[in-house]
């Protein structure tokens, strides 16, 4: 019997669906209630499409599906599968030690140690905080100077989770390419007055300060989804005047734009980290793909358009697939 958490605008339509087309037992329960641990006293597994902008979700929900994971219980995601979930450091620290491919990263947790590191790098470098999705919180640092106020802000005041200022300009960018009506602008000027509810939960990020690399002439990433031995991507163009990609809206689907190393790579990454569902964002350097970051989750509405899969042995599968229906099945093998 599977447990389902069912929230919205998430993945657990989709898990409901497929149990019902392929006649699987499931019950639907409510992971904020006291009592979750009863409710799921006959079931085998939990599936609990948490989030990060959620501030219920950011909480207590890795720690409630990670004791029912020691437990005994099956859980989607697992601890391989989340527990670096929007922590780009914590994912710094096991793409490093796994002898992956990426992006140099560099962390401090002292305020001089960053600032002697300043005086010796060279710029351009990408800013970036622990969480936040879709480019959020990304800044190109273009000089010493910028860097060392980003420094001093980070070891001083730290940095709201909700940045309305940028968020205000990717809703007005969405607007202009019709991804979104007028009222979703006006949302965000109504959020210069008040912070959302899970930047208020989450507080300031502060305390330490994260840069990466600039690898340039990369007007696109590469997205690859590895699930149940099986892998799909998207190509991300970048922004008009910009340098990123991720909530671009611009996307590719079609086979010719992938290549097998990228591809190959993912399966090996997913494998060395045991993940039962692993999104891998790619840029590239002398052809050479280097992973940016990692996530479990991702908008399940923007890969429907994905005109295949590759497997393990890296054969394509022409076809509409079921992304969703493979997390299912993870929990049975």
Same mark, same amino acid.
């Given at each position: 019997?599977?447990?389902?958490?069912?929230?919205?605008?998430?993945?657990?339509?989709?898990?409901?669906?497929?149990?019902?087309?392929?006649?699987?037992?499931?019950?639907? @329960?409510?992971?904020?209630?006291?009592?979750?641990?009863?409710?799921?006293?006959?079931?085998?597994?939990?599936?609990?499409?948490?989030? =990060? #902008?959620?501030?219920?979700?950011?909480?207590?929900?890795?720690?409630?599906?990670?004791?029912?994971?020691?437990?005994?219980?099956?859980?989607?995601?697992?601890?391989?599968?989340?527990?670096?979930?929007?922590?780009?450091?914590? =994912?710094?620290?096991?793409?490093?030690?796994?002898?992956?491919?990426?992006?140099?990263?560099? @962390?401090?947790?002292?305020? =001089?140690?960053?600032?002697?590191?300043?005086?010796?790098?060279?710029?351009?470098?990408?800013?970036?905080?622990?969480?936040?999705?879709?480019?959020?919180?990304?800044?190109?640092?273009?000089?010493?100077?910028?860097?060392?106020?980003?420094? #001093?802000?980070?070891?001083?005041?730290?940095?709201? =989770?909700?940045?309305?200022?940028?968020?205000?300009?990717?809703?007005?960018?969405?607007?202009?390419?019709?991804?979104?009506?007028?009222?979703?602008?006006?949302?965000?000027?109504?959020?210069?007055?008040?912070?959302?509810?899970?930047?208020?939960?989450?507080?300031?990020?502060?305390?330490?300060?994260?840069?990466?690399?600039?690898?340039?002439?990369?007007?696109?990433?590469?997205?690859?989804?590895?699930?149940?031995?099986?892998?799909?991507?998207?190509?991300?163009? @970048?922004?008009?005047?910009?340098?990123?990609?991720?909530?671009?809206?611009?996307?590719?689907?079609?086979?010719?734009?992938?290549?097998?190393?990228?591809?190959?790579? #993912?399966?090996?990454?997913?494998?060395? @980290?045991?993940?039962?569902?692993?999104?891998?964002?790619?840029?590239?350097?002398?052809?050479?793909?280097?992973?940016?970051?990692?996530?479990?989750?991702?908008?399940?509405?923007?890969?429907?358009?994905?005109?295949?899969?590759?497997?393990?042995?890296?054969?394509?599968?022409?076809?509409?697939?079921?992304?969703?229906?493979?997390?299912?099945?993870?929990?049975?093998?």
């Amino acid at each position: 019997m599977i447990a389902i958490h069912k929230g919205t605008n998430d993945f657990s339509s989709k898990w409901i669906e497929y149990c019902d087309e392929q006649e699987i037992s499931y019950n639907i @329960v409510d992971c904020y209630s006291n009592d979750i641990i009863w409710q799921l006293r006959e079931c085998d597994s939990l599936m609990w499409h948490f989030k =990060q #902008s959620n501030p219920k979700d950011i909480l207590f929900a890795k720690e409630l599906t990670y004791a029912l994971q020691t437990a005994g219980k099956n859980v989607f995601p697992d601890f391989h599968t989340a527990w670096h979930f929007d922590d780009k450091v914590g =994912q710094k620290y096991l793409l490093e030690a796994i002898g992956a491919p990426m992006v140099p990263s560099y @962390v401090f947790y002292k305020k =001089q140690e960053a600032l002697r590191w300043i005086e010796k790098t060279e710029f351009p470098k990408v800013f970036k905080l622990r969480r936040g999705a879709g480019s959020s919180h990304v800044k190109l640092v273009n000089n010493k100077s910028d860097a060392q106020k980003l420094v #001093s802000r980070a070891f001083g005041r730290g940095f709201s =989770q909700y940045d309305k200022m940028a968020n205000l300009k990717d809703r007005w960018y969405k607007y202009r390419k019709d991804k979104t009506e007028f009222w979703d602008v006006i949302k965000g000027i109504l959020r210069f007055a008040k912070k959302p509810e899970f930047a208020r939960i989450a507080g300031n990020e502060k305390g330490y300060v994260y840069f990466q690399d600039f690898i340039p002439e990369n007007d696109y990433d590469i997205r690859v989804v590895v699930i149940d031995g099986k892998a799909f991507a998207i190509k991300r163009l @970048v922004r008009e005047g910009d340098f990123r990609a991720s909530g671009s809206g611009h996307i590719k689907y079609e086979k010719q734009h992938f290549n097998k190393e990228t591809i190959r790579m #993912s399966f090996e990454v997913a494998d060395k @980290v045991n993940s039962q569902c692993l999104a891998l964002d790619y840029i590239f350097k002398d052809d050479r793909p280097l992973i940016v970051e990692l996530s479990y989750g991702f908008v399940k509405e923007v890969y429907y358009d994905c005109t295949g899969y590759w497997d393990r042995d890296l054969n394509w599968h022409e076809g509409p697939f079921n992304a969703q229906g493979w997390m299912v099945e993870t929990l049975k093998s």
